[in-house]
């Protein structure tokens, strides 16, 4: 089985032999990649038990634990690199967790849905309706998403917070990079990967 495009991308940016948290790290897949690919050593965390399970069938270590808790448990600089792929957007103070990932590693990989892509632009402006896309399937009332941001806002809480953005790659729904997305990420980018650290 291929590896998730997005997967492909993290995987690119982590050095090999480091430590590594992944959070909300569904059934272990990136996580065991890394292992097999870059040798890293660390965990996952995921609150779901049939994911849990999963883990452990991949050989992952695995934490039950809920992220809208944070991560009290982990010591400051405990991990070389903190994932969080698509799950910010799920939590009830992303922009907390995201404080507590920056304290945990020394490094932070997040990637989001871009609700100011072009799409959910169209369909809010021309219908009225809350918007709906590829990267962004459900209705307003049975979506898992409860903090969605734009490329644009995400990079004003990373500056708000002097936060520095190490690297960006914006991509489409199947996770390929394009000119228009490189052009205008705000508008045409379905999908924001990013690389973080907070300055010394």
């Not at 896309?133 to 998403?145: A, D, E, F, I, V």
């Amino acid at each position: 089985m291929s590896l998730r495009a997005d997967f492909a991308i993290i995987s690119s940016w982590i050095k090999p032999g480091t430590r590594v948290l992944d959070l909300g790290c569904g059934d272990g897949t990136l996580m065991h990649h890394l292992q097999n690919t870059r040798q890293v050593s660390g965990y996952g965390l995921e609150i779901d038990v049939d994911e849990l399970i999963a883990c452990v069938g991949k050989g992952v270590n695995v934490i039950q634990t809920d992220l809208d808790k944070g991560l009290s448990s982990f010591a400051s600089g405990a991990f070389d690199y903190v994932i969080m792929t698509e799950a910010l957007q799920v939590l009830r103070r992303p922009d907390e967790l995201l404080d507590d990932m920056l304290r945990v590693g020394r490094r932070v990989l997040v990637t989001f849905p871009n609700v100011g892509h072009w799409r959910c632009r169209l369909g809010l402006g021309l219908n009225g309706r809350m918007p709906m896309s590829r990267s962004l399937p459900n209705q307003w009332y049975n979506t898992p998403n409860i903090h969605l941001c734009t490329v644009r806002d995400f990079d004003q809480l990373c500056h708000q917070k002097g936060i520095e953005v190490i690297q960006r790659s914006v991509v489409d729904f199947r996770h390929r990079s394009t000119l228009g997305a490189r052009l205008w990420p705000n508008l045409l980018g379905e999908i924001a990967l990013y690389e973080l650290r907070k300055p010394d």
